[in-house]
């Protein structure tokens, strides 16, 4: 099948093509302002990229073609397939009925963690022998990709074959949790919406059978009205999930109880639950498991805060029901290298220390802070934000923004874009927050401020561009 992808250069939509060809589909695609690294990369696997959505590439004559949810109407392209009727299709229908259908699929679904628990669980199978696929919003140290197709089997030719893959006690209830054959393929499980033309989220295309529900806030404020709109298209999530299957859920988040509450048929496993998964001791070396109040072994890691214990009480238990042993996978999470941008070290210039974080949403920023301060012995930190999501952008969460800053011993913030005031919404930090428009004098101002032993800590969902490389030049410059 040829396939040409709108939209290619997508976090998703560049992982789909990278499937897709690995699976012997012929690939093409096109995006607008295509640049390295995604362009290189696609360009690496063979697929050939067009700049821009010019009507002309309906002569390629693909068998279908695959939209982004990039791709709105007015798009001279899709106009072009639409007024020709030509078949297509969103990215998450075309991934679920030609690479997902069969798969084991354990899908990762939340506000928060989604990467980092999706490259957890994948690297916890990889080291169980499993070979998964899968398709991530990032990529993982240990895998140095976003996707594969993998090919891997749960329950085929091993000890984890039989009646009750993963989950003690499951045949006992009369669940069957064994499909021996299966191969396993982890996806991050999105919330935003799939298409112009599918406004469900992306996550209820993917038939998962081990699903992870890592909490739930409110988000994408462009689509979503409120909190409750969120929690419907997660209960529709729950609903297609089988009842030989299994959600792992963050007990204590309210939102997911009250999603769980409006119907379920799948067994539930919670984590940071007393009935369930929780953190024993811990210290910034790791952390012990334990289930039921159970010790069941402890992880020795170099990750940072409460945010990724959580994120690793979870994908032991989703390893769980593929079949890998608690223990071993507690012994996996030892030799998990992290994902990048998620508090990737740049460089260190002059004795200060420069990190990238994808954080963006004030709770995320509020622990990535946290965390990084319990690591760090002694020194400052200047956290340097670049509010670029669409739910920033549109201000609906800028009354929490300054409290989630104040962990910080000095913010700068990046106002390029913003539709609102920063200044004043960073006011309660008083003389320890700046406000900058232009990135030039923003990389100067945090040149200025910092001293040997700090660490400068960068958070933004998209390049920041540029920054961290500029900061470090600049830094190297004035030694």
């Known amino acids: ?26 690939v093409t695609g096109c995006d607008a302002g295509v640049y390295p690294p995604m362009s290189t990369q696609l360009e690496a696997l063979g697929i050939p990229l067009t700049e821009g959505y010019g009507a002309e590439q309906v002569e390629l004559k693909p068998d279908l073609f695959v939209i982004g949810n990039v791709v709105t109407r007015g798009n001279p392209l899709m106009e072009e397939i639409l007024n020709r009727g030509l078949a297509h299709a969103s990215g998450p229908q075309w991934l679920s009925e030609n690479v997902l259908a069969g798969r084991w699929v354990v899908a990762i679904a939340g506000t928060h963690g989604k990467t980092t628990t999706s490259a957890m669980v994948a690297w916890i199978l990889e080291e169980s022998g499993l ?23 749960v329950g085929a030719d091993s000890d984890m074959a039989g009646t009750s893959i993963g989950i003690p006690g499951l045949a006992q209830r009369g669940i069957k949790g064994d499909t021996p054959g299966v191969s396993p393929f982890v996806i991050e499980a999105d919330e935003y919406d799939t298409a112009f033309f599918d406004k469900r989220s992306k996550f209820v295309h993917y038939r998962a059978r081990t699903v992870i529900l890592n909490n739930l806030e409110f988000d994408h404020a462009d689509i979503f009205a409120d909190l409750a709109a969120i929690e419907t298209q997660f209960h529709h999530l729950v609903r297609i999930v089988p ?21 379920c048929w799948t067994p539930v496993e919670r984590f940071l639950a007393a009935d369930g998964w929780q953190v024993g001791a811990w210290d910034e070396n790791g952390f012990e498991v334990l289930l039921h109040g159970v010790f069941q072994g402890s992880v020795k890691w170099d990750l940072t805060g409460a945010h990724n214990r959580a ?42 220390t420069v990190y990238d974080d994808f954080a963006h949403h004030p709770t995320a920023i509020e622990t990535t802070i946290a965390g990084l301060r319990s690591k760090l012995k002694s020194g ?58 232009d990135l030039e004098p923003l990389v100067a101002l945090i040149a200025d401020a910092a001293r040997p032993g700090d660490h400068v800590l960068f958070m933004s969902n998209g390049g920041f561009g540029g920054i961290h490389e500029k900061l470090l030049a600049h830094l190297a410059r004035s030694a």
């Open 131 to 153: 070979a998964p696929g899968f398709l991530i919003g990032g990529v993982p140290e240990n895998f140095g990709i976003s996707a594969r197709l993998g090919g891997g089997r």
């Open 243 to 263: 009842g030989n299957g299994l959600i792992v859920s963050n007990g204590a988040d309210p939102a997911l109880e009250r999603v769980l509450a409006r119907g």
């Open 380 to 437: 400052r930190i200047l956290a340097v934000l670049e509010p670029r999501s669409n739910t920033m952008k549109l201000g609906a969460m800028k009354n929490r923004l300054a409290a989630s800053l104040a962990a910080a011993d000095l913010v700068f913030c990046y106002t390029n874009g913003l539709g609102w005031d920063a200044a004043a919404v960073l006011a309660p930090l008083g003389r320890k927050a700046s406000t900058c428009g």
């Open 311 to 352: 994120n690793g009480l979870a994908a032991i238990a989703a390893a769980r029901h593929c079949g890998v042993p608690a223990a071993a996978a507690i012994a996996a999470l030892g030799r998990f290298a992290n994902v990048k941008r998620r508090m990737e070290v740049r460089g260190v210039v002059r004795g200060i």
């Open 1 to 26: 099948m040829h396939i040409h992808i709108l939209g290619i250069c997508g976090t998703f939509m560049g992982g789909l093509a990278a499937v897709a060809r690995a699976a012997g589909h012929r």
